[in-house]
């Protein structure tokens, strides 16, 4: 749901960037300012989080390891929720775990997509892309 307009005159330099987001992306100026303002507000209010991918479809990451925010709750379920294993498990700090575990309470929908995805069964995956081989090994 839409809250009520906002006034916002940018400077010429970051109209000028704008302008050329936009011929990039094909994204309207109105949405790449929410994005942008979105993305700055969570990484001011989660120092240590940063996003990446393409537009529109970027992701919460931990600043100093290579992994999405939804990896590090994947491991911490998957481990039972033990903080220890998955520091262990991963190379990460308290920190970095607590971050990525206080941006899940918050944003668990967006979490929850990306955990979705990660977790389709083989058979899923197989009717999502007909046209790959898939190697399954026994254990």
């Known amino acids: 749901m839409k809250t009520s307009p906002i006034s916002f005159r940018p ?4 109209a ?9 992306t094909g994204i309207p100026k109105g949405q790449l300012v929410e994005a942008l303002a979105d993305e700055a507000e969570r990484a001011r209010r989660y ?9 529109l479809k ?9 992994l999405d925010a939804w990896e590090v709750v994947q491991v911490w ?4 929720e ?20 206080a941006y899940y309470r918050e944003f668990s929908d967006e979490i929850n997509q ?8 083989l058979s899923e995956l197989k009717i999502a892309y007909p046209f790959i081989e898939a190697l399954e090994v026994e254990v």
């Open 11 to 14: 400077s010429r330099s970051l």
């Open 16 to 24: 000028s960037r704008l302008d050329a987001l936009h011929d990039r």
């Open 47 to 55: 120092p240590g989080i940063a996003f990446r991918g393409p537009e």
């Open 58 to 66: 970027r992701r919460a990451w931990i600043i100093g390891s290579s």
């Open 77 to 80: 379920q998957d481990l039972q």
């Open 82 to 101: 033990d903080s220890e294993a998955v520091r262990s498990q991963l190379g990460l700090t308290d920190r970095q775990i607590s971050l990525a575990l």
């Open 114 to 121: 990306a955990l979705g995805r990660s977790r389709r069964s």
